[in-house]
């Protein structure tokens, strides 16, 4: 199964593409959407539209997880990554992709085992859990190979409750 990763944001759209069967994980693909700084917010989230379905037909992913808000202090920036959010879930929605969402904590909690763990952390075991090289670069490609990775550990488990009959 492919699975296409989003970390939403409207400078910087983190994507991660990763495979797999259930045992092993590959990642095929990681990058970022970038918008220009000081362009009209609706010419951005254009862009954004238009690199998501370019993606979307380059990789024809199974399904795609997108990372829930976090809601910090600072009300200006939620409202702008959830208008990038919306256009994300929209053109997913338009290409009939299914979508999973996961809240920061259940994906780290997904990759490490606490849902606490810092940058860092998530970084070296995106890296030891597929098998990179190297730490994937920048942050946000990173997040959404954890992402990914998040929702084939979740398919996993429900996948073994299942097999078991809901017994444990």
Not at 29 to 46: C, D, E, N, Q, Y
Request: charged share 20%.
């Amino acid at each position: 199964m492919r699975v296409l990763g989003l970390d939403p944001g409207l400078a910087i759209t983190g994507y991660g593409l990763v495979e797999g069967d259930g045992q092993r994980l590959v990642s095929l693909a990681h990058g970022v959407i970038r918008t220009p700084a000081h362009t009209p917010v609706a010419k951005r989230l254009m862009l954004l539209h238009d690199e998501l379905s370019d993606l979307l037909t380059r990789f024809s992913p199974d399904v795609a997880a997108v990372e829930e808000l976090f809601l910090d202090t600072n009300a200006r920036t939620a409202m702008v990554v959830g208008e990038a959010r919306g256009v994300l879930l929209l053109t997913l929605a338009q290409a009939g992709v299914p979508i999973a969402e996961y809240t920061p904590m259940q994906v780290k909690q997904a990759i490490t085992g606490y849902g606490g763990a810092d940058k860092h952390q998530m970084q070296q075991m995106i890296t030891l859990l597929l098998n990179l090289a190297n730490v994937p670069t920048p942050d946000d490609a990173a997040d959404a190979l954890a992402i990914s990775v998040c929702y084939h550990h979740s398919m996993r488990w429900d996948m073994l409750l299942d097999q078991d009959g809901g017994k444990t």
